[in-house]
C-alpha cells in the first residue's frame, strides 16, 4: 500500500477538504489512529462498512484496512435500507463507520467504538455469519457492491493489489501532464472514484481534493448542478475530474466556450457507460480535455482510456498497461484473468475466477492500432421479428447526442420496429421538438434500426429509484417492467 509514499515529499499537502488540508504524516497518524480502533474490536479481522460523504477520513478509513489486512464494505448512500442490510449480512460486516448513530443502530451496530473522528465506529453486539470464516478473506480488502438488475445488490471481491495496479497503470498513462490536483466529483463508494480518482492521485503525488459532494454539485443519487461543480473546480483550480456521461452533458449545456470556470482542467476523463460521440466532440469543441475510457468493478475499475497521447474519438482508448484483452467469434470483450475472486455470492460463499479469461458481456472490437470500441451489451441485444441483430445502445448514442434528451432507452425486441423510452433533458421541450430530433436521427440509421415509436418519460432512471446503477447504466429489465403498459401501447396498434 506504502508504495505510493516514495513519491511524496514530507511537508507536501496530498489531501485537502477546503478547511483543512493533510501532508504525509497528518494522513499517516490519522490512518494510525484508524488502524488502531479497527485492532480493539472485538472482532479485529471482520468486515468493516462505510456508509459518509465524501472526505478525507473516508480515505484515511480505506488505507488503514489496507494497512492491517481489513476488508472494507463502502455502502452507497443511494442504496435502500434493504439493500444496505442484504451486503451487511453477506459480507460478514462487524462494524461500521457512520456519523449518524440513529442510522448506524437501524442496521444493527448499536455498541460505539472508541474511536474519536467526525466519522464513528459502531460495533455489531453478535457475530454475524457470512464471510468472517472465510479462508480467502485475506485476499480481499474491498467488497464494491454494484446495483444489478435485481434488488439485492451484487459483491465484488477485489485485493490492495489488483486496485493499485489499475491506479499505477493509470499514473503512467496521463504522467505527462503532470496532474497536481485532483478534484473528486463522484462519491468515493464507485469505485471508479476511489481508484481511478483516489489511488491514481496518491500515485502520482497530485494533491487530492475530497470535499462534499452538495460543494461539487452532486445531490442525492441523481441530482447534478453542473454550475455548482464548475464553481468548485475554479474555486480548487482542479486539473483532473471523473464525470458519467450525463454529468458531462449538464456541463456542456451550462457551460460556455473556453469558460474560464474550467480553464484549470487538463483532463477530465468520462466513463461508467457509453458516451456519445457527438458529445465528446461538444465539449472538446468548447476547450474541455474530455477523454473517454471503459471499465468493469470485476477488473478494479478501468481497463481502457484515451490520453491525449492517444485518443481516438468514438473508441474508449487503448487498454491499460495491466491489462491484457482479447474479443471472442461472437464479438464479445474477454479480460485475462488474475486468479483471484471475483464475486461474494448470495450468503457466505466467495466465487473464485474460473477460467483463463473473464467474459465482461460487453460487445466490441479493436482497430488495427489497439484501439478498443464498445458496440454494446451482449444481454441488450435485440432481435427484431425480421431477425435483425440490433444493439440498443447505437441508436441510444444517437438519442443522446443530439443534447435534448438527458437518458433514453430503445426497446423493440420481437416487434417489426423499434421504440424508445425518452426522459427529456428540458422539462419544456415539446412532443414536436422531440419528433424533429428523432427523424434526424433516424437518417444516420437503416431503416431495422430506426425509431419509429417514443414516450416520453417524466421521471429520470436513477439509483434512487432503482432504475439505474451508480455508474448511469439503464437496469432495462426493470425499466421494461415498470412502463409495460406505456410499451404495450405503443405497440398496440403495429
Given at each position: 500500500?506504502r508504495s505510493?509514499?516514495n513519491?511524496?515529499?514530507e511537508?507536501?499537502i496530498?489531501l485537502s477538504?477546503?478547511?483543512?488540508s493533510?501532508?504525509?504524516a ?12 479497527l ?5 479485529p479481522k ?7 460523504d465524501?472526505s478525507?477520513e ?5 488505507l488503514a484496512?489496507q494497512?492491517?489486512?481489513?476488508t472494507l ?13 442484504h451486503?451487511?449480512k453477506?459480507s ?5 463507520f457512520?456519523p449518524?448513530e ?7 451496530f448499536v ?5 474519536v473522528?467526525e466519522?464513528?465506529?459502531?460495533e455489531?453486539m ?5 464471510m ?7 485476499e480481499?480488502q474491498?467488497?464494491?457492491y454494484?446495483?444489478g438488475t435485481t ?10 493489489d489488483?486496485?493499485w ?5 493509470l499514473e ?11 478534484l473528486?466529483?463522484l ?9 481511478a480518482?483516489?489511488?491514481?492521485a496518491?500515485s502520482?503525488?497530485?494533491e487530492n ?6 460543494e461539487?454539485g452532486l445531490?442525492?443519487?441523481s441530482?447534478?448542478?453542473?454550475d455548482?461543480?464548475?464553481?468548485a473546480?475554479?474555486k480548487?483550480q ?6 458519467l456521461?450525463?454529468m458531462l ?5 451550462r ?12 483532463f477530465?476523463?468520462v ?8 458529445l ?6 468548447m476547450?474541455?480535455?474530455?477523454y473517454?475510457?471503459?471499465g468493469?468493478?470485476?477488473c ?7 490520453t491525449?497521447k492517444?485518443?481516438?474519438?468514438g473508441?474508449?482508448?487503448k487498454v491499460?498497461?495491466?491489462r491484457t484483452?482479447?474479443?471472442?467469434k461472437?464479438g ?10 471475483h464475486y461474494l455470492?448470495?450468503?457466505d ?9 473473464l467474459?465482461t458481456?460487453?460487445?466490441?472490437h479493436?482497430?488495427d492500432d ?5 458496440d ?6 435485440l432481435?427484431?421479428?425480421f ?6 445502445e447505437?441508436?441510444?448514442?444517437l ?6 434528451f438527458?437518458?433514453a ?11 424508445a423510452?425518452?426522459?427529456?433533458a428540458k422539462?419544456?421541450l415539446s ?19 430506426q ?15 432503482g432504475?439505474a446503477?451508480?455508474?448511469?447504466r439503464?437496469?432495462?429489465?426493470l425499466?421494461?417492467h ?9 405497440y398496440?396498434?403495429t
Amino acid at each position: 500500500m506504502r508504495s505510493w509514499l516514495n513519491s511524496i515529499s514530507e511537508n507536501q499537502i496530498i489531501l485537502s477538504s477546503g478547511t483543512e488540508s493533510w501532508d504525509k504524516a497528518a494522513l499517516l497518524k490519522k490512518v494510525s489512529e484508524v488502524s488502531e480502533a479497527l485492532l480493539n474490536r472485538k472482532n479485529p479481522k471482520a468486515p468493516a462498512g462505510i456508509i459518509a460523504d465524501n472526505s478525507m477520513e473516508w480515505i484515511a478509513i480505506d488505507l488503514a484496512t489496507q494497512e492491517i489486512g481489513v476488508t472494507l464494505v463502502p455502502l452507497p448512500s443511494f442504496f435502500t435500507p434493504s439493500q444496505w442490510l442484504h451486503a451487511i449480512k453477506s459480507s460478514g460486516m462487524q462494524a461500521i463507520f457512520c456519523p449518524q448513530e440513529d442510522v448506524a443502530r437501524n442496521l444493527g451496530f448499536v455498541f460505539q467504538n472508541g474511536y474519536v473522528g467526525e466519522l464513528k465506529l459502531f460495533e455489531s453486539m453478535s457475530v454475524l455469519s457470512g464471510m468472517v470464516d472465510q479462508p480467502n478473506l485475506v485476499e480481499v480488502q474491498k467488497i464494491t457492491y454494484t446495483s444489478g438488475t435485481t434488488s439485492e445488490p451484487k459483491g465484488v471481491c477485489l485485493s490492495t493489489d489488483q486496485q493499485w495496479s489499475v491506479a499505477q497503470s493509470l499514473e503512467e498513462a496521463l504522467r505527462t501532464l503532470e496532474i497536481k490536483k485532483h478534484l473528486n466529483v463522484l462519491p468515493l463508494s464507485v469505485l471508479l472514484e476511489n481508484i481511478a480518482g483516489v489511488y491514481t492521485a496518491l500515485s502520482c503525488g497530485a494533491e487530492n481534493i475530497c470535499v462534499p459532494l452538495s460543494e461539487v454539485g452532486l445531490h442525492g443519487s441523481s441530482n447534478f448542478d453542473a454550475d455548482a461543480c464548475m464553481a468548485a473546480i475554479e474555486k480548487y483550480q482542479a486539473e483532473s475530474i471523473i464525470l458519467l456521461p450525463q454529468m458531462l452533458q449538464a456541463i456542456v449545456a451550462r457551460s460556455t466556450k473556453q469558460d474560464p470556470r474550467l480553464k484549470s482542467l487538463k483532463f477530465v476523463a468520462v466513463g461508467g457507460g457509453k458516451t456519445p460521440v457527438a458529445l465528446i466532440k461538444a465539449a472538446k469543441s468548447m476547450g474541455i480535455p474530455v477523454y473517454e475510457g471503459y471499465g468493469l468493478s470485476e477488473c478494479a475499475s478501468v481497463l481502457a482510456l484515451n490520453t491525449p497521447k492517444d485518443e481516438r474519438i468514438g473508441s474508449v482508448g487503448k487498454v491499460l498497461s495491466n491489462r491484457t484483452i482479447r474479443v471472442s467469434k461472437d464479438g464479445e470483450i474477454e479480460v485475462k484473468n488474475l486468479n483471484l475472486p471475483h464475486y461474494l455470492e448470495k450468503m457466505d460463499m466467495l466465487a473464485a475466477s474460473s477460467g483463463e479469461w473473464l467474459a465482461t458481456g460487453d460487445l466490441g472490437h479493436l482497430d488495427d492500432d489497439g484501439f478498443l470500441y464498445l458496440d454494446g451489451r451482449k444481454k441488450n441485444v435485440l432481435i427484431t421479428s425480421f431477425g435483425r441483430n440490433i444493439s440498443p445502445e447505437w441508436p441510444e448514442s444517437l438519442l443522446l447526442g443530439s443534447g435534448l434528451f438527458r437518458q433514453a432507452m430503445v426497446i423493440g425486441d420481437g416487434q417489426a420496429q423499434l421504440g424508445a423510452l425518452l426522459v427529456k433533458a428540458k422539462d419544456d421541450l415539446s412532443d414536436e421538438a422531440i419528433q424533429t430530433a428523432i427523424t434526424s436521427v433516424n437518417q444516420s440509421l437503416p431503416d431495422y434500426a430506426q425509431i419509429k415509436h417514443w414516450y416520453s418519460v417524466g421521471e429520470p432512471f436513477t439509483p434512487g429509484n432503482g432504475l439505474a446503477t451508480a455508474n448511469g447504466r439503464l437496469k432495462r429489465d426493470l425499466i421494461k417492467h415498470k412502463f409495460n403498459n406505456q410499451i404495450e401501447l405503443l405497440y398496440a396498434n403495429t
